[in-house]
């Protein structure tokens, strides 16, 4: 099984700052990495696809990047609503697996 | 709008068993991979099941192999997860979840039905 590992678990930011998460898995999967946000008490839900693509409707403050092992989640310019927490995917192989989760809370 | 409605959930004695069900709306159901995704209180995802679009491929997360089975009907729009010989830590919130295929994002998911498994 592909293990995800993100870091940190948990950051504290500002509005306005720029926040960087990592994910790094324990196999090469190409591209195949999706980046989801989960504000508290809510449903997941999709930013970035296949690494680098974001979704329809996400703000373009948000950015991926990152292919074989290693990816990245930016945030620029964070807003009050980026509060969340934020788990990488990867749907290279069955049993799809997510990272930890990475907080990102109000400093 | 897509909707995907999760029903079944409840609290049961460690053993027991429960049959979890996902009504969807609003997409083609039939030509959707779908998933099970669960998420214990205060922890992070974890993907527990996956079924082709057809229903001729399926994986499950090592933890509950044997255990769970996940199905579909397409005629009705509606998946289903039935759960047997279920453990404390097994609770969870429990998703529905959808994708275009097994290899690309998860899209839509439902709100989540709560499974407890307390003596």
């Known amino acids: 099984d592909i293990q995800m590992t993100q870091s940190p678990s948990s950051l504290s930011a500002s509005v306005g700052d720029r926040v960087t998460i990592t994910c790094r898995s324990s196999?090469?999967?190409?591209?195949?990495l999706n980046w989801y946000q989960q504000r508290p008490g809510k449903v997941p839900k999709v930013l970035i696809y296949?690494?680098?693509n974001l979704q329809s409707g996400v703000p373009s403050r948000f950015s991926g990047s990152g292919s074989g092992t290693d990816f990245t989640l930016t945030i620029s310019n964070l807003q009050p609503e980026d509060f969340a927490t934020y788990y990488c995917?990867?749907?290279?192989?069955?049993?799809?697996?997510f990272g930890g989760g990475a907080k990102v809370e109000i400093k | 709008q897509v909707q995907l409605v999760e029903s079944g959930g409840g609290v049961v004695q460690p053993g027991e068993s429960l049959r979890l069900s996902c009504a969807a709306s609003?997409?083609?159901?039939?030509?959707?991979?779908m998933h099970w995704v669960r998420q214990a209180p205060g922890k992070g995802l974890e993907w527990v099941a996956f079924?082709?679009?057809?229903?001729?491929?399926?994986s499950y997360v090592d933890s509950v192999k044997g255990r769970f089975t996940i199905s579909r009907d397409n005629s009705k729009n509606t998946l289903f997860l039935q759960m047997d010989s279920l453990r404390p830590e097994d609770t969870a919130m429990y998703y529905c979840?959808?994708?275009?295929?097994?290899?690309?994002?998860?899209?839509?998911w439902g709100q989540g039905t709560q499974v407890t498994v307390s003596s």
């Open positions: 079924i082709r679009y057809d229903g001729n491929d399926k």
């Open positions: 196999q090469s999967i190409n591209t195949y």
């Open positions: 296949a690494a680098s």
């Open positions: 995917q990867q749907s290279y192989s069955t049993p799809l697996t």
């Open positions: 979840a959808r994708s275009l295929t097994a290899y690309t994002e998860i899209d839509y």
């Open positions: 609003g997409l083609t159901f039939s030509s959707s991979a």
